[in-house]
């Protein structure tokens, strides 16, 4: 099956500027994870969808982070306006809604803020 | 979901077992002890996850104290490729509950 697709690869902004970042689940995963990792730590989540409502984003930023899966499918994460300790991995992950053995995590998106 | 102590940094020489070691001696009757390891510039990846009997897939072994309050994962055969953060969680197997990582294990494998 396919896995957890994200994009872009690479992204490089300045301090102030807006950024998104874009994930594809695998088909049919309902529950969809944002995490952070900042470099040399472990992944922090950031919100979790079920579907398209949230379950948990008490570790969002909300003054500066949003995110929304529009039809319980893609998901979207976004920074405005980004600061320089916004620079981390981001990586999504999905699971099934039942009977899983674990998340499949996407290869995630390296944000630079200059 | 419990808290995991996990030793920084382990090496491990190449065809050899890795035996990796976890604590999680808060770990309460319903949470299971999973495994994910990080290989460089790559999304983690779940290896395996048990609750009290020990496990082994093709990936790995578990094995889990007879207090649930430790764990080991071992990799039989360590290759170069093997090489990456492993982090263990302890965690609820509700659907939905989310995965809260440490900071991991960093596993070198020398040649």
């Known amino acids: 099956e396919a896995g957890v697709a994200q994009s872009p690869r690479y992204k490089i902004i300045e301090k102030r500027q807006s950024v998104a970042f874009w994930c594809n689940p695998i088909s049919g995963h309902a529950t969809l994870y944002w995490y952070q990792q900042i470099l040399g730590q472990g992944p922090k989540l950031l919100i979790q969808?079920?579907?398209?409502?949230?379950?948990?984003d008490s570790q969002l930023p909300k003054d500066r982070f949003s995110a929304e899966r529009l039809k319980g499918v893609d998901s979207t994460l976004k920074i405005q306006p980004a600061k320089l300790e916004d620079s981390a991995v981001y990586l999504c992950?999905?699971?099934?809604?039942?009977?899983?053995?674990?998340?499949?995590f996407g290869s995630g998106t390296r944000l630079t803020v200059v | 979901d419990a808290k995991t102590t996990q030793p920084p940094s382990m090496d491990c020489a190449e065809g050899r077992a890795a035996n990796l070691p976890c604590n999680h001696s808060t770990i309460s009757g319903n949470e299971y002890v999973y495994w994910y390891r990080q290989i460089h510039s790559q999304g983690p990846q779940y290896i395996i996850h048990g609750l009290k009997n020990n496990e082994t897939n093709e990936m790995a072994s578990l094995i889990i104290t007879e207090d649930r309050k430790s764990s080991t994962l071992i990799l039989p055969h360590a290759t170069l490729r093997d090489t990456a953060v492993y982090y263990c969680?302890?965690?609820?197997?509700?659907?939905?509950?989310?995965?809260?990582f440490g900071g991991g294990t960093r596993l070198m494998v020398k040649p």
């Open positions: 992950a999905s699971s099934p809604q039942k009977g899983y053995d674990g998340y499949t």
């Open positions: 969808f079920q579907n398209n409502g949230v379950v948990d």
């Open positions: 969680i302890v965690r609820s197997n509700n659907a939905g509950n989310m995965l809260t």
